[in-house]
């Protein structure tokens, strides 16, 4: 049976856009950037549930729980592009923050659309993953209405884990399944029914905000400054330097050698140089104020 979705905001057909096919490039180019550009808008709308969201997942973080992204299609796709981009900026344990798109890894790179209508395999990729009560699972919806992510979200309530949902429509069924639903309502796309487009950039506003907040809230940041990243390449290598530079007035030769000590751990060298420690010393410091460098320092 066809799903009637014509009732859906992202939808719905722009008639600012019925004759995109007839314009210059760069007046289309104008166009689209005017729809991008309200984006934020909507998200600023959703700011309340959003934060009610964030609170909620990375308290129960906090306690070793795991965050859980779950999606179809496009919002998969975002979905597990935040939770890999965490342990490099982050240094998260791969397993902490993870993404799982309908379909499996094979529909990161070609589309696998009929997976989103297998509300038991959204089920089974939960179960799989044991998730418990301390896990906080976010279905991802531009439709609000995948039965993969909903079967995801059933079975992730059933099992006592925290549920919240991101969706782009009102009212979405998403929303009702879900103890924190976030809906922010972007309207018709450019492309008629495209929502890896304004719905897209919205999503990915909001997982953004999700992660990066909830790994603020760890401890997992010195003020602005990616204090858990590791110097696995040149370009982070210069990034660290300047950082612990910055952060202990120490010039870059002298922070690069406490780097290098540190095995290429910032917020080990960070100690090191602060308190005059060699790298295990710093070590045992963090560990006893819980990892976290502003109260290692203070």
Avoid: W
């Amino acid at each position: 049976m066809i799903d009637p979705l014509p009732e859906l905001s992202t939808e719905q057909s722009d008639p600012r856009y019925s004759q995109i096919d007839r314009l210059p490039t760069a007046q289309l180019a104008r166009l689209m950037n005017q729809a991008d550009a309200a984006v934020p808008a909507a998200v600023a709308v959703a700011i309340p549930a959003i934060s009610d969201a964030i609170d909620a997942i990375s308290a129960r973080m906090a306690k070793g729980g795991r965050l859980l992204y779950v999606g179809a299609g496009t919002s998969g796709r975002l979905a597990v592009l935040d939770a890999s981009e965490c342990p490099p900026t982050f240094g998260t344990d791969p397993e902490l923050v993870v993404g799982i798109i309908a379909g499996g890894p094979d529909a990161l790179t070609r589309s696998i659309e009929g997976a989103e209508d297998d509300a038991a395999a959204g089920a089974a990729a939960l179960a799989e993953l044991e998730v418990g009560e301390l896990d906080s699972v976010v279905g991802v919806s531009a439709s609000g209405r995948a039965p993969f992510v909903l079967g995801a979200l059933a079975e992730a309530a059933r099992r006592g884990a925290l549920t919240a949902a991101l969706s782009c429509n009102d009212g979405a069924p998403l929303s009702a399944a879900a103890e924190h639903a976030i809906e922010v309502v972007v309207g018709p796309e450019v492309v008629t029914g495209s929502t890896r487009l304004k719905a897209g950039t919205a999503q990915k506003l909001v997982l953004n905000m999700i992660s990066t907040i909830s790994m603020v809230r760890l401890g997992r940041t010195y003020g602005n400054k990616m204090i858990e990243m590791s110097a696995m390449n040149s370009k982070l290598a210069g990034r660290a330097v300047r950082m612990v530079s910055d952060i202990t007035g120490a010039d870059h030769d002298a922070a690069g050698k406490a780097l290098d000590a540190a095995g290429g751990h910032a917020k080990i060298a960070v100690v090191m140089l602060k308190h005059g420690l060699d790298a295990d010393g710093a070590r045992a410091l963090l560990e006893s104020h819980g990892e976290r460098l502003s109260d290692a320092l203070s």
